[in-house]
């Protein structure tokens, strides 16, 4: 299995000559759209993260993939499908769980809307932009947000000793600067090499190779 | 940028302050002539340093509001200056001209009177984050500047500088300590983290909140008078 990280909170896991595309959203200038794509999982209908006229590039090219997420994103986009909270699921090869909750609190005078958190194939945890977690899973590898208005970087960094992945990868920072970067970046290594997890920055050319 | 708003203020109070912004969490304040420096820490990249300068104030030991070597040029250009800094700053700047300064002390310097508050600076961990000295400044009650803290004023300001994005702070508390200090005017400091993408970001949701409660918040790229 091979994940490959693109700007903001997108990613495409790659296994068997299958792909599936994780919030290919509005500041993913750099997605490089794979042709074997069955999928399309969406945590939620903010555009940073849904975005509905990417999804419609990647359907150009991969006409029969389907999209997943809160019934929020429905009304947004066709040939979606609506996932209940505790679902397990196949898209093509790939087994999913789906984790239905809310995006976290912005601020109390903002609307809450629902957030889909996902695991893939046991082995890749991503919440969306929640810091809720399941306690009882032990994924191998997480994509970790680290600069988000609903969140300090203490939270991620509690999700890590938690969850207590081998390896985390920075997701959710298009709001910081190349200092912003290096600061969380810095936080986020010495905060959670104790725990065993492995932090690291990937960008698109760097994909993690994932066995077993 | 309009300033008209502060302007007025200004005219009504009859005292002029003016306000120059450099990055991060550095700015100067000019009163008749004197000078006084707050936070001219290294990601200030666009510092320059001034004349006249009376006084500087640190807020605390973290680098990007504690440069040494800024310091160092200030003194070189105004040998009168004294630095007010917790005393985990002065012990590592002794060659220097420095004042320790503790939360409630009121200090004057070339007609300033800067008021410390806090003590603490905010905690990044529960675990893993030491506990840091932190001062927050009150300049002539009318601007407050926190440094790395939510510590309240607990007087009424004019004007705030806002630290929006911190790695010990989310939006709700910046947005809830902006409402609780409750200026006229507020400023965006402490920001060298975000990218120009997150400035437009952070500035919308701060200025969102700030006009619900009748407080204008504005970017300030060179100088205003308050």
Redesign the interface.
Known sequence: MKLTKYEHACFVVEKDNQSIVVDPGSDSNNLKIPTNVTGILITHEHSDHFFPERIAQIRLVNPSAVVYGPSSIVSLIENAKILENNQNFQVGNFEIHSFVGTHDLIHPESPMIPNVSYLIDTVIYYGGDSLWYPEDIHPKIVAIPISANWMRFSDAIEMLRVLRPQYAFPTHDRLLSDIGKTVADTHMTNFTKDYGVSYERRGPSEPIEING | MDNTFARINLAKKGVLMRLTKFEHSCFTLEKEGNVLVVDPGA?ATDFVVPENVVSVVVTHEHADHFDPEKLQAIVDKNPEAIIYAPEAVTSQVNNLPTQIVSPDEVMEVGGFTLTFTGGVHA????D?HPEYQNVGVIVDDVLYHPGDSLALPNRPVKVLSLPI?A??????ES?DFLIAVKPEFAFPTHD????E??FG??DR?HKL?AEKYGIVYERITDSIDI
Not at chain 2, 167 to 172: I, T
Not at chain 2, 192 to 195: D, E, G, T, Y
């Open positions: 990601w905690t990044i961990h529960k893993f994005i790695p010990w702070e989310k939006v709700s947005v060298a983290m975000l990218s993408f997150g970001l952070y949701w909140a």
